[in-house]
């Protein structure tokens, strides 16, 4: 959600130099990407689950409360349209605006709106909506075609909040054969009725990260990218409107949130090699929560085909309460992806997730989804 | 006999075409003396600018071509597909965009002849005295 005066000054701003001498050199581009995921729970528990999500059941992107339930053939759950209009105003200035639509929730959102700066040839300044890059696919985890699984690993790719109102410091430059780039963000994120507590709340349940601050160091050599990220955040939640509370819902508390990740991928003609490792650390009045994460796969290409096995887990571990059982899970997955054309693949993925929690959460399952993503 | 003259004039004529390179130009303003890298960096967005000061605008070589083939394998080094993948996790995140694709109306030495940080691959056939040759690529 962004607030009403923000979007008043970017909407001036972006007039200002739309009507300024320069405009009569102004440039759009306009591109896209879409993805027509058809998914089905082929097996699993059925004691698992909540009152609201009913197992057997995968859930294939937290972010939207989006899970696959029973064992009908579904399109709904992953299916989406992006685009992107660039408008490069001059050689320094172009605004963004990148609309999502979603077959889960049939809602067309404004996912990205900013303004970027090119401050220098290295540096650039972008203020507006972007997506929070937490992880290294989280910035353009919509794009389907942009990665070789259906999905990245939900065992680090689920949160409650992905998009952000704020600005962001960009320095990328070339020490050799290396591409060094360097990011600073800071801003907030709100979301009303979050669809990631839907699954587990039938009230209607508020996040907000304040406070937000974070950066991200990447290295690359055109084979090898390295990339580290953090991210804080004071969070807070409002259950059924009583008010801005912590992790448990403490009206007048905060939760405290600290994120770590290190990604490292090698991408050969022939191999691949896709890792991160990731923690996030969870404080407030009542609990103290440390959740690492994991993925680990290994990719072989031949030609149009890859084909990639991966290793994903996610985990739970609580100091405060003490005793407290903590979920954990993994998955267990292969992919293959054909390149039907030069913008556009199929993609066929087996997954199982192994429900490892103490006390049984939703249970394993087997799924299976076949894709179709495309860029224009 | 025809036949054994229009032969012989092939012949001639092979040589010349032979040698026809891929070659980069720039702006006749333009000094750089660009290394194969940093011409591979341009054009897959990992640098602006050569020198920190001018931005550098790189024109793409287009899917049709005849450079294009050579263009994938000695310069962004990837095949077509390799390279759409390569873009599109940068395209939708703002971090950078490709090379600048002309209209059909528009050529590339008059574009980089207009433009003072245009910087293009062409065939050196193509070579006129409006641009400046900054880099010849290897056989």
């Known amino acids: ?376 | 006999m025809k036949l054994i003259k229009t032969f012989a004039l092939a012949i001639a004529f092979l040589p010349h075409i032979a040698h026809a390179k891929m070659i980069v130009i720039t702006h006749p303003d333009n000094k750089l003396e660009p290394t194969l890298e940093q011409i591979r960096q341009l054009y897959l967005g990992k640098t602006k600018s050569l020198d920190g000061k001018m931005v550098l605008d790189p024109i793409d070589v287009p899917p049709g071509s005849p450079l294009r083939g050579k263009y994938l394998e000695q310069v962004v080094q990837k095949t077509q597909e390799q390279l759409n993948l390569y873009w599109s996790r940068l395209v939708f995140t703002g971090k950078a965009s490709p090379p600048r694709k002309l209209t059909a109306q528009e050529t590339v030495v008059d574009w980089v002849a207009q433009n003072k940080g245009a910087l293009a691959i062409i065939d050196s056939q193509d070579l006129n005295p409006k641009v400046n040759q900054v880099f010849t690529f290897s056989d």
């Open chain 1, 1 to 376: 959600m962004l607030r009403s005066h923000y979007w008043q000054g970017l909407l001036l701003l972006g007039q200002g130099l739309l009507t300024s001498e320069l405009a009569s050199a102004v440039e759009f581009s306009l591109t896209g990407y879409g993805s027509l995921v058809a998914g089905k729970v082929l097996s699993g528990d059925a004691d698992g689950g909540t009152e609201l999500l009913k197992c057997p059941c995968y859930i294939s992107d937290w972010g939207i409360g989006a899970a696959y339930t029973g064992t009908e053939i579904s399109l709904k759950q992953e299916s989406r349209l992006g685009a992107q209009l660039q408008i490069k105003i001059n050689e320094d200035w172009s605004a963004y605006i990148q609309a999502v639509a979603r077959a889960y929730d049939e809602v067309i959102k404004l996912d990205w709106a900013y303004l970027s700066y090119q401050i220098s040839p290295s540096l650039s300044l972008q203020v507006g909506r972007k997506r929070i890059p937490i992880f290294y696919y989280s910035e353009f985890q919509d794009v389907g075609y942009a990665y070789y699984w259906v999905r990245p690993p939900n065992e680090l790719y689920g949160w409650d909040l992905t998009n952000y109102n704020g600005a962001s410091l960009r320095y990328r430059t070339s020490l050799g054969d290396y591409t060094v780039s360097a990011t600073l963000y800071a801003g907030s994120s709100q979301l009303n009725s979050s669809p990631y507590w839907k699954i587990n709340h039938e009230e209607p349940i508020d996040s907000r990260w304040r406070d937000l601050y974070g950066a991200d160091w990447e290295l690359s050599d055109g084979t090898w990218t390295s990339r580290l990220v953090y991210l804080q955040s004071m969070n807070q939640y409002n259950f059924d409107g009583q008010g801005w509370g912590d992790y448990d819902f403490n009206v007048g508390e905060t939760t405290k949130q600290k994120v770590f990740g290190w990604a490292n991928n090698w991408e050969w003609p022939q191999f691949l090699i896709l890792s991160e490792v990731n923690a996030t650390k969870i404080q407030s009045k009542d609990i103290d929560l440390l959740s690492p994460s994991f993925t680990l796969g290994f990719g072989y290409r031949t030609g149009l085909w890859t084909i990639l096995p991966n290793y994903a887990q996610y985990a739970d571990f609580y100091r405060k309460p003490e005793g407290e059982e903590g979920a954990r899970y993994d998955d267990r997955s292969l992919t293959v992806r054909y390149e039907i054309t030069e913008k556009s693949d199929i993609k066929a993925q087996y997954t199982y997730s192994d429900d490892l929690s103490d006390t049984l959460y939703l249970g394993d399952t087997q799924h299976f989804s076949l894709s179709y993503d495309f860029i224009f």
